[in-house]
């Protein structure tokens, strides 16, 4: 018989050699989810006939969320039906059993006690219809390709490399359908953690595929899904030792990775076809389409001239275009309509050309204000007196009265313009009040987009500057012209900022980069494309923490690039720069430079095992510090806000947990907050 308490402890299947079980790690569990006191048949039974298992628990159980958590290795094509019976549950097979297959039912954490809603995390029941449990393991990190992030709650695919099938679908060097017309042999699932322990495997290569399985289908799905793949066949009887032990914090496994998959979104396969036609204003048209680049042969809209057209790309995909009339509002009629060919997949996912007819239908809204107000006018023009309409023209200008030496002006239009006259627009130097001088500056049409120009002019530091634009420079395609413009603004003092220089020194001279500098959440603010070997210094950023991410820019086009499946590219590495302290954040002060060493042979150095624990070990240390200063800070914070008197008796009898010999180990809550790799040697 097998032994119970093994079984239900770790919920998985035999032992073998790939896997070292380290000492539990962590502190005493805060709750106590139900015990299973019977499986029926026993778990790991072999020569499996029956359609029914019954697992029974100590206490009343419910189940939650089975569609999320429920899985079975390999799939099955009907799945199993859960139910609760007395003190346990029951399942039952739907289809008929493959034979001499190793099976698991995987319950995540679907089933908890009655009372409380305490999980048993990783519950499993495996089986055999054969002699036979296969019993080898493999362990796996599965993150996000751009951003690091872990990816939790990732199915691996394992495909057997050896079946004539999956050597079929792999046949092409440059294209790979394996994931898209099989099943796998055999399934696993990252725990939130990223971590996945990958059980009952057989001594075979596999072929390999992470899918992060947004829509719950069980299926990989282009476009939708997330999608990792690894670049040659691994065999779990010949991969390195690993080990594995119980988080108590977490209540859920861990294990050192062996594997590493960087999971991208691969939009090369969503599928085309006109999504969407809508005309939100009377001269604006919007179209979508399913996926990027549409080739589109043919797009005619009756009585209007493609001269009159322009067009506004959304998205750098060019999958959301909007269309802009260039034809006075009273010439337009209610209702366009047109014709576009352009090519979309068929039914069997091949690209053909469509003809599609289109109509766009418009009528004006008039909200309660603006009733209000023409009612307002119609009463003032029959009163004999003249009110003033708004002006309807609008414009955004992103500077603030406060801007640095190497800022441009933008100006974002709500329309196209149909005419600007810039030599009308006036810049001036105000240093000397008394004389003025005018300022000579550029302004130019963004090639990006349509509504959007910028100025940009030789700014001095610690000088107010005043711009004019006088009534009427502007016009757009409504035929609505601006009122006189005016705005005065200083530029700052370079005292007032830092700067951060940076040595970059590539793998080879050819090799590309792209440099940013992102606050904390990693939003950019600023950038260098095509960086090589050489010294890249970021002028004028406001002082605070920021972070430097890098992209390995291989094709050398200026931005990252995800991976695509099909013809099996790998997604562009990113990484972010970690200070010898071991800190992700650079903090800096007015008037200082900070400057950094950015060796892409260290940045970018192969994946190992080791080094994949290496890092996932540093990121937590950092993760557990970055809580506990937060946590510090409040305890602070907190203390501000009390009387002198309290304070002071706070600050006596308060000594932090480092003076207390805990270390980051401890938080002060006393939960043990031990690294998520620190194991015993």
Same mark, same amino acid.
């Given at each position: ?14 032992? +073998?050699? +790939? ?6 790690? /962590? /502190? ?71 034979? #001499? ?29 054969? $002699? ?7 362990? /796996? ?7 690091? &992030? ?21 046949? *092409?060097? &440059? ?23 990958? !059980? ?16 719950? =289908? ?13 670049? $040659? ?148 023009? !029959?009163?004999?007196? !003249? ?54 500056? *550029? ?28 009534? /009427? ?90 991976? #695509?499946?099909? *013809? ?81 008796? &706070? ?22 907050? =031990?690294?998520?790799? =620190?194991?015993?040697?």
């Amino acid at each position: 018989m097998w032994p119970t308490a093994l079984a239900l402890f770790f919920s998985m299947g035999l032992f +073998c050699r +790939c896997a070292n079980f380290a000492a539990p790690q /962590g /502190g005493p569990r805060d709750t106590i989810p139900p015990k299973v006191i019977m499986m029926t048949p026993e778990f790991a039974t072999t020569g499996f006939k029956s359609n029914r298992v019954y697992i029974e628990f100590n206490e009343y159980v419910q189940i939650n969320d089975l569609m999320k958590e429920f899985y079975t290795s390999p799939f099955m094509d009907k799945k199993p039906t859960v139910t609760l019976r007395g003190r346990g549950i029951q399942i039952d097979m739907k289809e008929q059993l493959r034979s #001499d297959q190793t099976y698991s039912l995987n319950f995540g954490s679907s089933v908890s006690d009655n009372n409380e809603g305490n999980p048993y995390v990783g519950l499993r029941y495996v089986f055999s219809t054969g $002699s036979d449990i296969d019993s080898l393991f493999m362990s /796996g990190y599965t993150a996000n390709a751009y951003n690091g &992030d872990s990816v939790a709650n990732t199915f691996i695919f394992f495909y057997d490399e050896s079946l004539d099938s999956v050597r079929r679908s792999t046949t *092409h060097p &440059d294209y790979d359908s394996t994931v898209f017309t099989l099943r796998p042999n055999a399934v696993g699932r990252s725990y939130p953690s990223g971590i996945f322990i990958a !059980e009952n495997l057989k001594p075979v290569d596999y072929r390999i595929y992470a899918v992060q399985d947004n829509n719950n =289908n069980q299926q990989y799905e282009p476009g939708v899904d997330g999608i990792g793949f690894l670049d $040659s066949t691994y065999n779990p009887s010949t991969m390195p030792p690993f080990e594995i032990w119980y988080d108590s914090m977490r209540m859920y496994l861990q294990a050192t990775p062996q594997l590493y998959f960087r999971i991208f979104t691969d939009k090369q396969f969503k599928r085309q076809y006109l999504t969407g036609q809508e005309r939100p204003g009377r001269q604006k048209l919007f179209l979508t389409f399913g996926a990027k680049n549409p080739r589109i042969e043919r797009f005619k809209l009756e009585g209007i001239d493609s001269s009159q057209l322009i067009s506004e790309y959304l998205t750098p995909g060019r999958d959301s275009v909007v269309l802009w009339l260039d034809v006075p509002p009273e010439q337009l009629p209610d209702t366009i309509r047109g014709e576009i060919t352009y090519y979309r997949h068929d039914s069997l996912n091949v690209l053909v050309p469509s003809t599609e007819r289109l109509q766009f239908a418009w009528k004006a809204f008039v909200s309660r204000k603006d009733r209000r107000e023409a009612e307002k006018a119609e009463q003032a023009a !029959e009163e004999g007196k !003249e009110e003033k309409k708004p002006n309807p023209f609008k414009v955004t200008v992103s500077a603030s009265r406060e801007i640095t030496p190497i800022d441009e002006l933008a100006f974002t239009f709500d329309y196209p313009l149909r005419r600007m006259d810039s030599s009308r627009i006036t810049l001036r130097n105000l240093r000397d009040e008394e004389h003025p001088a005018d300022v000579k500056f *550029h302004f130019w049409q963004d090639t990006a987009n349509v509504r959007r120009w910028v100025l940009r002019a030789p700014w001095a530091a610690e000088t107010p500057y005043e711009l004019l634009i006088p009534e /009427g420079v502007f016009e757009n395609i409504a035929g609505e012209r601006n009122d006189t413009l005016k705005a005065s603004f200083t530029v700052l003092p370079p005292d007032d900022f830092a700067s951060v220089a940076l040595n970059v020194r590539g793998k080879t001279p050819a090799s590309r980069y792209i440099v940013q500098l992102t606050d904390e959440n990693g939003r950019v603010l600023r950038e260098q494309q095509g960086a090589t070997t050489g010294k890249y210094t970021f002028t004028y950023v406001k002082p605070g923490t920021v972070k430097i991410r890098v992209i390995e820019d291989a094709n050398g086009n200026g931005r990252w690039d995800a991976g #695509d499946m099909i *013809h099996r590219l790998q997604p562009e590495r990113v990484a972010v720069y970690i200070t010898d302290k071991e800190e992700d954040v650079l903090s800096l002060r007015e008037g200082r430079e900070v400057e950094v060493d950015l060796d892409m042979n260290r940045l970018f150095a192969p994946v190992t095992m080791e080094s994949l624990s290496e890092e996932l070990e540093r990121a937590y240390r950092i993760k557990v510090r970055k809580m506990l200063e937060y946590k510090e800070k409040q305890r602070r914070d907190a203390l501000r806000q009390q009387g002198p008197g309290r304070r002071q008796q &706070d600050q006596d009898n308060t000594v932090p947990a480092w003076q207390q010999g805990q270390g980051v180990g401890t938080n002060n809550s006393g939960l043990n907050m =031990n690294g998520m790799f =620190n194991r015993n040697r």
